[in-house]
């Protein structure tokens, strides 16, 4: 049989449909450019967070705090699976219409290959393409990582966090091994669905990046919603029984053992790049597995660029987002924009409830030989922050590092109710040059957790 092969060509190539790469394809389609993009599986249109990621999960957070004590476990958790599906579904359609429907942009479906560092194939005999472009854009993301422990990556009760949250029925037992973000957050859903959790970490303690008092917060708040955290844990091997797996650990000295009816690696993920064939288009890559990329994102390929996860950056949606600005004022603007230019990048991890950094710890300020002054204080302590009794949520605490001279703010760590949207004011003052006076003497509606801003900044610890 002939083997053909249709040949296409666009302006721009964009591989991979995840943040950064569609909000590209948008803006350059809608600056008249011709654009291709290609993803390898119509369940992931739109990338992991709409599909895999932070929607679903995030979904899961708010059913998980939604069941009752009267509820069916199995069914209330099968409702909130389908509720998920139902969304992520609905936006896998709205991402591919989007962009698809535009007159200069196309959408093809297939893992993508380089031949050479114009071209990408897709598909293999009559089925195969080729897509040419001037410019390529990678946005191939990342994808979970299984630790090299005897017997997890064989065993049949082994799960990646994608796989957790398709699965209809809850697992009883859940052994999660990795205590950082991850590992957490999958932790706090399933123990609220009514799982039992535990969780194997190897460091001596949580979140070992933040200040002891932060992690010791989160460590009570969860240890108190009943997981199960045994840290400085090795685990060594797991073993299969007939429905459940023995995962085998080392802590102290002791060889233990746990039952699981599901093992879930959160161990960290690595760049997706495996089927590129990088190597055919003269594209470098580090030594921990990410596309090599300088500050505007540029590969050792120039006119090929990385966004988001895959060029080993901060492993976060809106982090890809802005690795699309920098890439669309490299290819429509003035080409000035850099990685450089971030300031306080905040992060969290959605627990309940969440935690909210960015900036400096006090620990890492004070290794830096800072004048610093350090507010604190409990949310159940915070008499100007009556949202928190209103939604009884009273658990966590709130703290900034400020720097004594300039009365800058240099970090914060946030544990409390609407967390994740607080930190997002207290990075915009870190960026702008606004004081932490400044937030404490603002007017704040109420009632409303920023307000809380009004008394932590006088709540200085020694």
Excluded: W
Excluded at 39 to 49: I, L, R
Excluded at 152 to 168: D, I, M, N, P
Aim: glycine letters at 8%; a negative charge.
């Amino acid at each position: 049989m002939e083997t053909t092969t249709t040949a296409l060509s666009a302006d721009i190539l964009v591989i991979g449909f995840g943040k950064g790469g569609k909000t590209a394809a948008h803006a350059l389609s809608d600056a008249g450019k011709r654009v291709i993009l290609i993803e390898q599986s119509a369940n992931m249109y739109g990338g992991t967070c709409p599909n895999v990621g932070c929607v679903p999960t995030k979904m899961l957070v708010h059913y998980s705090n939604s069941k009752r004590i009267e509820d069916d476990a199995q069914e209330f958790f099968a409702n909130s699976v389908a509720g998920v599906r139902a969304l992520t579904s609905a936006f896998r359609a709205g991402n591919f219409e989007a962009l698809d429907g535009k007159d200069t942009a196309t959408v093809i479906t297939g893992a993508a290959s380089f031949v050479d560092a114009h071209t990408v194939a897709i598909g293999e005999g009559q089925d195969r393409i080729t897509v040419t472009a001037p410019i390529i854009l990678i946005n191939t993301g990342s994808e979970p990582m299984t630790p090299n422990i005897p017997g997890l990556a064989r065993s049949r009760h082994l799960v990646s966090s994608t796989e957790l949250t398709q699965k209809e029925v809850l697992p009883e037992r859940l052994a999660i091994v990795g205590g950082g973000y991850l590992g957490l957050e999958f932790a706090d859903i399933y123990q609220h669905f009514g799982a039992r959790v535990t969780v194997l970490e190897t460091a001596d303690r949580l979140l070992a990046r933040e200040d002891d008092d932060v992690a010791q917060t989160v460590t009570d708040i969860l240890a108190g919603d009943g997981i199960q955290l045994i840290t400085g844990a090795r685990v060594v091997d797991v073993r299969d029984n007939d429905s459940t797996s023995t995962v085998i650990y080392e802590k102290d000295g002791q060889t233990l053992t746990i039952e699981a009816d599901a093992v879930l690696a959160a161990t960290g993920r690595r760049p997706a790049i495996s089927q590129l064939n990088l190597e055919a288009a003269g594209v470098h890559t580090t030594a921990r597995g990410a596309i090599e990329v300088d500050e505007h994102l540029r590969t050792s390929q120039p006119h090929i660029l990385a966004l988001g996860d895959v060029n080993g950056g901060p492993q976060f949606t809106y982090v890809a987002l802005d690795d699309a600005r920098i890439v669309l004022d490299q290819l429509l603007g003035r080409g000035t924009r850099t990685t450089t230019d971030r300031v306080a990048v905040p992060h969290t991890l959605f627990i309940t409830p969440p935690l909210a950094t960015a900036g400096l710890t006090e620990k890492e300020a004070r290794a830096e030989g800072r004048n610093i002054r350090v507010s604190r204080e409990n949310v159940a302590d915070i008499i100007a922050m009556p949202r928190a009794y209103t939604v009884e949520e009273t658990r966590g605490m709130m703290k900034f590092i400020v720097d004594a001279d300039t009365d800058l703010i240099l970090g914060a760590a946030l544990m409390s109710i609407d967390a994740q949207e607080i930190i997002n004011v207290v990075t915009l003052a870190m960026r702008h040059g606004i004081t932490a006076t400044d937030l404490r003497d603002s007017i704040y509606t109420h009632p409303s957790s920023t307000e809380a801003f009004n008394e932590v900044f006088d709540k200085v610890v020694a």
